[in-house]
């Protein structure tokens, strides 16, 4: 069986309540004595029960964290933020992955909810988030990060400048002489894909064309069809603007050394190193992760105050994709 406080108490030689000060790290303990009970609990390999502590706090040290993709770059740099954060305040992160289903958002949700997590940050896969009410009215703090809640819900929200970010990228293929650019976006019923979008169509104004546009998700035979049908136009587009990291990379794919200018949203691993570096709008996960933790835990601590929604910049890096003139320049 498990070894008990009462068994380390008495290798210890000493009391019940001296065991439990030095597990909790309470004061009131003779440093010698407190050694000797610290010598015991090694010995006899004790661990605290911490069922019975949360019965006595009411709280379980945890938060839940539900993502889209957790193998997805951008969303493990935000989910080690956030546990960065939670094991500064003494938290376990509890963590799943929604894929973009509602279904399993909301079965991650009420899983962590049923384990009595303190707090909730959700990257939301739907818009229907009246699941949450009950858990929001009996006190349980939640945070939204890199998108939304649905209708009805006012809860702390941290996201990045998706349509700035896109404005940016269009313009800046702009100076560089463009004027036919196709935008290769996401799902449109995904808000980041959305607001990309439209943060693409304001930049164009009067020169947005729809056949430029595609959105759908990642996929390289699709990518590539959509691509060949787009380049086959009789204005064909000189310059691309991809919609996020994994279209990114599904692009290069599909080019194949085709000589078109290129920004991507998000940045990526090894973007630096190709011939020519890849020009990106990048945005902070790390950042968005670490914003959204401290949000959460400041309510923890007791905040009452309104829902704070912000939004977090994003910056253009220039490798030299997005900086070449249209060919016929």
């Given at each position: ?26 004061p ?6 407190a050694?000797?009970?610290r ?86 896969a ?124 599904t692009?290069?794919?599909a ?20 011939t020519?570096g ?24 007791g ?27």
């Amino acid at each position: 069986m498990r070894p008990t406080m009462k068994d380390v108490a008495s290798a210890a030689g000493v009391a019940l309540k001296t065991v439990s000060r030095v597990v909790n790290g309470e004061p009131g303990v003779n440093p010698a004595t407190a050694e000797r009970v610290r010598a015991a609990i090694d010995a006899l390999g004790y661990s605290r029960n911490e069922s019975a502590r949360v019965l006595r706090q009411g709280r379980t040290s945890t938060v839940g964290l539900v993502i889209e993709d957790i193998s997805d770059p951008f969303y493990s740099g935000l989910g080690r933020a956030v546990e960065q954060v939670a094991i500064a305040h003494g938290c376990l992160l509890l963590s799943g992955s929604s894929g973009e289903n509602p279904e399993r958002e909301r079965e991650l949700v009420r899983t962590f909810c049923a384990r009595r997590v303190d707090g909730l940050i959700v990257v939301p896969a739907g818009d229907d988030h009246s699941y949450l009410r009950p858990e929001l009215d009996a006190g349980t703090p939640a945070v939204f990060v890199d998108r939304p809640p649905g209708p009805g819900i006012d809860v702390d929200t941290v996201l990045c400048d998706n349509a700035g970010g896109a404005r940016l990228a269009v313009a800046h293929l702009r100076e560089a002489g463009h004027r036919r650019i196709a935008f290769l976006g996401d799902s449109p019923s995904i808000f980041t894909a959305a607001e990309r979008l439209k943060g693409y169509r304001a930049a164009l104004g009067g020169l947005s064309d729809p056949a430029l546009v595609s959105m759908r998700a990642p996929d390289l035979a699709g990518t590539v069809a959509d691509l060949e049908r787009m380049l086959g136009l009789p204005d064909p587009p000189t310059a691309l603007f991809t919609g996020n990291g994994r279209l990114t990379v599904t692009t290069l794919r599909a080019l194949r050394g085709r000589p078109l200018a290129l920004v991507g949203f998000d940045d990526f691993e090894l973007a630096d190193l190709l011939t020519p570096g890849v020009t990106v709008i990048a945005q902070d996960p790390a950042g968005l992760g670490r914003v959204a933790s401290e949000l959460l835990f400041r309510r923890l601590a007791g905040d009452r105050g309104p829902a704070q929604h912000l939004q977090l910049p994003v910056r253009l890096i220039a490798r030299g994709s997005g900086e070449q003139a249209p060919s016929a320049a």
